[in-house]
């Protein structure tokens, strides 16, 4: 598939690139859990994203080769979600890294929103199909980050301070 509209691409690049940070950081929570419910919540997400990322991949291979196409990778627009994603990257504090994991993720789905818009408006149902489905994914997250903290249990759970 072929995308030759510059702002669905903008947006695909988007979150292709939130994406690809999104799986660095919940790799990192998992690899920083106790306990076998969290690290299954935290390997859910990675793997949500990387199955993003394998179906986005060949649809950006084949839109960005375009020699008439604008479009650059390097074009997208810095969004919100990448500076929470790159700010939980960047800390060893537990509490910081899941708390902007969780920012992360409320932008991330605000930009998913914005895509699935312009699709709507263009008629492109396959890729809009394949952007819900991971939506929801994140939306349906059973795993509340705040409620960890309500407790102060984060010692109990996590290896890291």
Not at 99 to 118: A, H, M, N, P, W
């Amino acid at each position: 598939m072929k995308i030759t509209n510059e702002e669905i691409l903008k947006g695909l690049i988007n979150i292709f690139k939130i994406n690809r940070q999104r799986i660095e950081v919940y790799c990192k929570l998992s690899e920083t859990v106790y306990t076998p419910e969290l690290q299954q919540h935290f390997k859910t997400q990675v793997d949500e994203s990387t199955s993003l990322l394998n179906e986005l991949n060949p649809i950006l291979y084949q839109s960005l080769e375009n020699p008439e196409n604008p479009v650059l990778y390097e074009d997208s627009e810095i969004d919100q979600s990448v500076f929470y994603f790159g700010m939980a990257r960047a800390s060893n504090n537990i509490r910081t890294v899941m708390i902007s994991c969780q920012f992360g993720d409320e932008f991330l789905i605000k930009t998913y929103q914005r895509v699935l818009g312009f699709l709507e408006v263009n008629h492109v149902s396959a890729l809009n199909d394949m952007l819900s489905g991971h939506l929801k994914s994140i939306g349906h997250t059973d795993f509340n980050m705040e409620s960890m903290f309500s407790c102060n249990l984060t010692m109990k759970y996590f290896k890291l301070q």
